[in-house]
């Protein structure tokens, strides 16, 4: 079991781009949340996904969405990047309610 | 709106010293608390759970719901137990969902 899969691992883009982050689950789960870790912080839920629509969102602007497919995996869409966006970007994969949360090795994003 | 609290960012001790992580936690609710540990240039990992009462290399952590503390303690540190700690909360936050909040993190450093 390859456990939760993200790609790409890095990625640099420009301010005003946009962005789009993947994330497979592991096997069995069928949840997806989405976290942003900025250097020397927790992390920071972004959303969470649950057949195939948002079920929770944090604090996060519009400007961050995504998607997931009826496979279970999904995708974080960022658009107009900020310099503050940048950070490395995990994904969790569940069973929905249960507690056991599986963490990606993440995606780096550097905004230049 | 729950909350997570690691008031160290930094915690240096020795080799065979005790060492113990503090967090604290604030939620109107019954909280279901974990400890999760990224090594360097690992993936963030599941330590530990409360509800589970187990002991994972070592370490141990009680869920003190008079003093809104789940502190992480191991009697005798070792070099490989340095690394990033995070205590997590899961909480319900409606719709049938539930979310997991990070603190900001412990930077556990054991001097040889």
């Known amino acids: 079991d390859a456990g939760v899969t993200q790609s790409p691992t890095h990625l640099i883009k420009t301010r005003g781009q946009q962005v789009t982050l993947r994330c497979s689950p592991k096997?069995?789960?069928?949840?997806v949340s989405w976290y942003q870790q900025a250097l020397g912080q927790g992390p920071q839920f972004i959303f969470q996904y649950y057949e195939e629509e948002e079920r929770q969102r944090g604090n996060f602007p519009d400007r961050f969405s995504g998607h997931q497919f009826p496979n279970y995996s999904s995708e974080l869409n960022v658009n107009a990047l900020l310099l503050g966006d940048s950070a490395l970007y995990l994904c969790?994969?569940?069973?929905?309610?249960?507690?056991?949360?599986?963490f990606g090795s993440g995606t780096r994003l550097t905004v230049v | 709106a729950q909350r997570v609290t690691q008031p160290e960012k930094l915690l240096s001790v020795f080799k065979g010293a005790p060492v113990e992580l503090k967090c604290n936690y604030s939620?109107?609710?019954?909280?279901?608390l974990f400890w999760y540990v990224q090594y360097s240039r690992q993936r963030l990992q599941l330590l530990l759970r409360?509800?589970s009462r187990e002991s994972i290399k070592g370490f141990t952590a009680d869920l003190n719901k008079g003093e809104t503390s789940f502190h992480l303690k191991k009697p005798f540190a070792q070099e490989e137990d340095s690394a990033m700690y995070y205590c997590a909360l899961r909480a319900y936050s409606g719709a049938g969902s539930y979310q997991l909040t990070f603190g900001k993190g412990t930077k556990l450093s054991v001097i040889p």
């Open positions: 939620y109107s609710g019954s909280p279901e």
């Open positions: 409360h509800i």
């Open positions: 096997s069995g789960h069928d949840t």
């Open positions: 969790a994969s569940s069973l929905d309610r249960s507690g056991g949360y599986t």
